[in-house]
């Protein structure tokens, strides 16, 4: 699958609501390892399955929302590295604002330096 939109390594503490395979609720305090504004990459402890609803709250802002399982990596340590997607856009959630879809690192503008 494409990514969407540029993504950013930023550490945003979360709080992951759920439900285990066994049906069995869960709630996690973890941080983002990298997010973009179609959701997040994070880990968790939590069993979780590709495509699970989730609900995500942001603990810097206490905004939540829900978001699909898109992807489940090995787990190290006891964690497994989750890709989570929002189930509606939502770019302002992170309180960042991103660079537009068709944006080129390579063009961007570098400072100039005072000549002395």
């Given at each position: 699958?494409r990514q969407?939109?540029?993504?950013v390594?930023?550490?945003?503490?979360v709080?992951?609501?759920?439900r285990?395979p066994?049906?069995?609720p869960?709630k996690?305090?973890t941080q983002t390892?990298?997010i973009?504004?179609?959701g997040?990459?994070?880990?968790?402890?939590?069993?979780?399955?590709k495509?699970q609803?989730l609900?995500v709250?942001n603990?810097?802002?206490?905004?939540?929302i829900?978001?699909?399982?898109?992807s489940?990596?090995k787990?190290?340590?006891g964690?497994?590295?989750?890709?989570l997607?929002?189930?509606?856009?939502s770019p302002?959630?992170?309180?960042i604002?991103?660079?537009?879809d068709?944006?080129?690192?390579?063009?961007?503008?570098?400072?100039?330096?005072?000549?002395?």
């Open positions: 699958m969407r939109s540029t993504r390594s930023l550490a945003i503490p709080f992951v609501y759920g285990h066994s049906d069995a869960f996690e305090i390892l990298e973009n504004a179609n997040c990459l994070l880990e968790l402890e939590a069993s979780v399955q495509e609803s609900l709250a603990m810097n802002t206490k905004e939540e829900s978001c699909n399982v898109v489940v990596g787990i190290v340590n964690k497994a590295r989750i890709g997607r929002f189930t509606q856009p302002r959630f992170w309180g604002t991103f660079p537009p068709d944006w080129d690192p390579a063009d961007r503008k570098r400072p100039v330096k005072a000549e002395r």
